[in-house]
């Protein structure tokens, strides 16, 4: 009898998850399911079976991210969306679905076992993209289109020299050196293509960590001479140049200026322009940040150095303790009268207290050698962020003057070309941009 397809409910969770008497897991795959659902609470679980329903979209799977195998075949998922989360994935089967390419899977560095057998896989192009599953061990891709192709199992052994298994069969050596002889320009060409890809990726993620360190020496938005594009950008006077005669104040910017500075080593009468103002300012900032780097370590060590240093010490001190308790109980064994007994044990418990006495003494003077070393932090620190205040408003001072006297030129000329223009002496054609900084 045809049953209704269902989204995973509740009822159907807690029947799944039951245990038998003999306390093993039970699966029941064909449960006619059409939608993942209800599945965020269990976190912990991996593995997970959906084999045999009526699946058509991969999702509600985002938070599952200790799974280790999952099995979504037999159902009717037509792309593979929705695993990136699932970064511990080591065994996934999406045999018998209707995927078509398999160009956006995820890069699980973890995955040994890939079934998409079954499939709509119709370029054997597609299995360069398996390339990026270094642990990749066992591949299943029978029964798709491109299977039609001879040299199927000789294009797969070239483009996947870690694999192990094909088709449940064991890989030969042999013909997999005669795939990589046969296809060694293109393998080439592939490899070349990754290698090109890799250094995007580095110069990336070099050009991100570099960001992070701008941003926390905050000075981003300074290099490169940004701070002297940003004058041009967003701005309706960006079209100004565009004005004959314009062009020659242009290019005598950025204009020249005496800057005197002693805190970033800058000669007191060194003439720079905007752009070095905002390079030296950059460059400060980095110092800047190396230096309160410098003091954040320079504290945590010496704040580990007290604490060790004072360890050592109370260390020292409960071991002679120990030694001293250890020959005063043996002594006490041997001792007969009640009154010697009583004696010993009041100074027993005169050396406990004296102990508690001199540890207590060696935490208050922990406790202030800390105060002192945090107090002192504070101070270079603060010493250090104001300095690092004082030296951006000293650079965005001059950089200001800098930019005021440009356009001061450049009003001065435009106001001069309106004039010549109204006499008729030049003639000129506006366009939109122009003729609306004009009319301001």
């Keep these: 009898m045809f049953k209704e397809p269902s989204v995973i409910s509740d009822d159907m969770l807690k029947e799944a998850t039951k245990l038998p008497e003999n306390g093993q897991q039970t699966y029941e795959d064909v449960k006619n399911i059409l939608r993942i659902d209800f599945l965020w609470e269990f976190k912990n679980i991996t593995k997970l079976q959906l084999n045999n329903n009526h699946i058509e979209k991969i999702e509600g799977l985002d938070h599952l991210v200790n799974l280790l195998w999952l099995d979504l075949s037999f159902n009717e998922i037509t792309s593979i969306t929705g695993l990136s989360n699932l970064v511990k994935l080591q065994d996934l089967s999406l045999h018998k679905n209707n995927i078509s390419s398999i160009s956006n899977l995820h890069a699980f560095e973890k995955l040994q076992v890939f079934s998409i057998g079954g499939n709509k896989l119709s370029e054997l192009n597609e299995i360069i993209h398996l390339r ?43 013909k997999r050196s005669n795939a990589i002889e046969k296809y060694h320009l293109k393998l080439r060409e592939v490899q070349s293509q990754e290698e090109s890809a890799q250094k995007k990726a580095e110069l990336e993620e070099e050009a991100k960590r570099l960001q992070e360190k701008y ?67 950059f460059n400060c900032g980095i110092r800047e940040r190396d230096e309160r780097d410098a003091e954040v370590e320079n504290v945590i060590y010496s704040l580990s150095e007290a604490k060790a240093g004072i360890k050592e010490n109370c260390l020292r001190l409960i071991e002679d303790f120990q030694t001293n308790k250890n020959a005063r109980f043996e002594k006490l064994a041997r001792l007969e009268d009640a009154r010697e007994v009583q004696t010993s044990l009041e100074e027993y418990r005169k050396e406990i207290n004296n102990l508690w006495n001199k540890l207590m003494g060696f935490e208050v003077s922990l406790m202030d050698q800390m105060d002192d070393i945090i107090k002192e932090f504070e101070t270079t620190m603060n010493d250090l962020v104001d300095r690092f205040i004082q030296n951006v408003e000293d650079y965005m001072g001059t950089c200001r003057d800098a930019e005021l006297h440009y356009y001061e030129q450049m009003s001065e000329h435009c106001f001069q070309l309106l004039e010549r223009i109204a006499k008729n002496e030049v003639r000129l054609s506006l366009n939109e941009d122009l003729f609306e900084v004009n009319e301001v």
Aim: charged share 25%; net charge negative; aromatic share 10%.
């Design 132 to 174: 990026k599953f270094p642990e990749l061990r066992v591949l299943n891709v029978e029964n798709n289109p491109f299977c039609s192709n001879e040299d199927t199992e000789g294009f797969i052994l070239a483009f996947l020299p870690k694999l192990v298994y094909l088709d449940y069969g064991l890989c030969d050596e042999l």
């Design 215 to 281: 941003k926390e020496a905050f000075i981003d938005g300074l290099e490169d001479g940004k701070l002297f594009v940003s004058v041009f950008t967003d701005s309706a006077d960006n079209v100004l140049p565009q004005l004959p005669g314009c062009s020659t104040i242009v290019e005598r910017y950025p204009l020249k200026y005496t800057f005197n500075h002693n805190q970033c080593l800058i000669d007191a009468s060194l003439i720079v322009s905007i752009i070095a103002i905002s390079e030296e300012l």
